[in-house]
């Protein structure tokens, strides 16, 4: 079955510190992945997406940045932590046979 | 691009009525409409959608309807029961791009 797995749930960092979420999808090849945002109580805001390995597309510049280093691999980093970066970060998957979104179940970020 | 919009951004009802969100889309070659139900410290998770080649489509409690000519779609809950209280996403995208456009949320409360 196809499935996808993002961690880690919750994560407290201060401001200064480096980040690193990982998304793994499972049960399916060559899917275009997707980085969002949402701020508390707002909508959905696109970051990253990627159509392959090492293909990366930003929506919005930022303090952010993602990698693909393999195909079912979605990583997003900073190297230097805002208090701006707090939010709700969501990853996604589609293929192209379904078209049809998955999110994983999120991390909830707080830079203190 | 596309634009999506989606009205209203908060919703109170009473169990038992019905609830209905509306949304508008700019891109005519947008042809896949789906509708993402997120629950509080959750990742949205797909309710129901519908092509552009199909006028209505309904699932038990949950329709949905598309005028393509006036680019637009609506969602529409019948018999509300609490466990409906969450924020409620559209979206379009062409399939073929499978970039998806989302709409900014409308949080429904239904009032026991």
């Known amino acids: 079955s196809q499935t996808i797995h993002q961690w880690p749930a919750t994560l407290v960092q201060p401001v200064g510190s480096p980040l690193s979420l990982e998304c793994t999808v499972e049960g399916t090849s060559n899917p275009n992945l997707y980085w969002y945002r949402q701020a508390a109580g707002r909508g959905l805001q696109l970051l990253f997406y990627s159509i392959g390995i090492d293909q990366i597309s930003s929506e919005v510049p930022q303090n952010l940045s993602a990698s693909r280093p393999q195909d079912r691999q979605f990583i997003l980093s900073s190297k230097k932590l805002l208090l701006s970066d707090s939010g709700f970060y969501l990853c996604?998957?589609?293929?192209?046979?379904?078209?049809?979104?998955?999110f994983g179940s999120g991390t909830r970020l707080t830079v203190v | 691009g596309e634009n999506v919009e989606q009205h209203p951004s908060t919703l109170s009802v009473q169990e038992g009525d019905s609830a209905v969100i509306k949304c508008t889309y700019s891109d005519s070659a947008s042809n896949y409409f789906p509708w993402y139900k997120q629950e509080l410290g959750k990742g949205p998770q797909l309710i129901i959608d519908?092509?552009?080649?199909?006028g209505e489509k309904k699932d038990q409690r949950i329709a949905v309807t598309l005028n393509k000519t006036a680019k637009h779609f609506s969602l529409h809950i019948t018999e509300t029961q609490p466990e409906d209280s969450a924020v409620y996403f559209c979206?379009?995208?062409?399939?073929?791009?499978?970039?998806?456009?989302f709409g900014t949320g409308t949080s429904l409360t239904v009032i026991p």
């Open positions: 996604a998957w589609v293929t192209g046979r379904s078209a049809r979104y998955t």
């Open positions: 519908i092509r552009s080649n199909v």
């Open positions: 979206a379009a995208s062409r399939n073929t791009g499978n970039q998806f456009y």
